[in-house]
């Protein structure tokens, strides 16, 4: 089993940090006090977005470490 460098796999905690935090902010701008902004319908609409695109950063991210692990281990 191949062993991981922990501080490569701790670089991807704050991206998930924010998509938690957009996930709970996401859920508290649905309450009825924000129904009649356009702003934060906007917002909402676009927070998918924003979110798949971290996860898209979290991949390269995580394709990196792993071809740099493989370069390491190849050398």
């Known amino acids: ?30 309450q009825a006090n924000f129904q009649d902004s356009n702003v934060v319908e906007y917002m909402l609409a676009a927070l998918p977005f924003a979110m798949f695109g971290l996860v898209i950063v979290a991949f390269k991210m995580a ?13």
């Open 63 to 75: 394709a990196k470490s792993e071809k740099d692990e493989q370069n390491e281990q190849d050398s």
């Open 1 to 30: 089993m191949k062993n991981h460098s922990s501080k490569k796999e701790l670089m991807l905690l704050p991206i998930l940090l924010v998509v938690i935090l957009m996930c709970v902010a996401g859920h508290f701008l649905l």
